[in-house]
């Protein structure tokens, strides 16, 4: 009886250490998805033309800048997002610069309701805005509307190089 009791400890002392050896390479997996998502979102975007802003646009009952990829408008328009979350599932977002706030123009990312998150904005304390403001991308663990996510956030530069908006991929954790 003791050496079956012994051999059970043992086999739960070696499966905790196994999982937790697995934990990290998990996190890493889930950064490498993030980046390749993001390459994704970034390639299809820019195989549309250059980002610009052009005018305005209303999204969601907010007046924002209108951001274009080429002659594609961006706001309201869900294709590319849902291309990308086709092909590398998750969610994807493309933010447009108004004032001091980023604004979800295209996303699929889900409000409690279940319709999309358009006119919300990037948490202005949150982790992924202090990079977006010095022009570099963000990758990490950030909550979205409440819920937990992997995350990758890029700027999006327009001709003169100032940040006119965001890239964002993530998967709930």
Do not use: C, W
């Not at 594609?72 to 997002?81: A, C, H, P, S, W």
């Not at 279940?114 to 982790?127: M, Q």
């Amino acid at each position: 009886m003791n050496i079956k009791r012994t051999a059970f400890g043992f086999l739960t002392v070696a499966s905790l250490i196994g999982a937790a050896m697995l934990l990290p390479n998990v996190g890493k997996a889930q950064d490498a998805k993030v980046k390749t998502a993001m390459e994704l979102l970034e390639s299809k975007a820019n195989k549309l033309g250059p980002p610009k802003i052009d005018g305005t646009d209303t999204v969601a009952g907010k007046q924002v800048p209108a951001i274009f990829f080429g002659s594609t408008k961006m706001n309201n328009q869900f294709d590319l997002v849902d291309e990308v979350v086709k092909e590398a599932q998750g969610t994807a977002t493309i933010f447009v610069k108004n004032g001091e706030e980023y604004v979800r123009v295209a996303t699929n990312v889900k409000k409690d309701d279940g319709s999309r998150a358009v006119g919300t904005v990037l948490d202005p304390k949150g982790k992924a805005i202090e990079s977006i403001k010095r022009g570099e991308a963000f990758y990490g663990e950030v909550d979205i509307l409440g819920k937990p996510y992997i995350t990758g956030y890029k700027p999006i530069h327009d001709a003169s190089k100032s940040v006119i908006g965001i890239y964002y991929v993530g998967y709930m954790k």
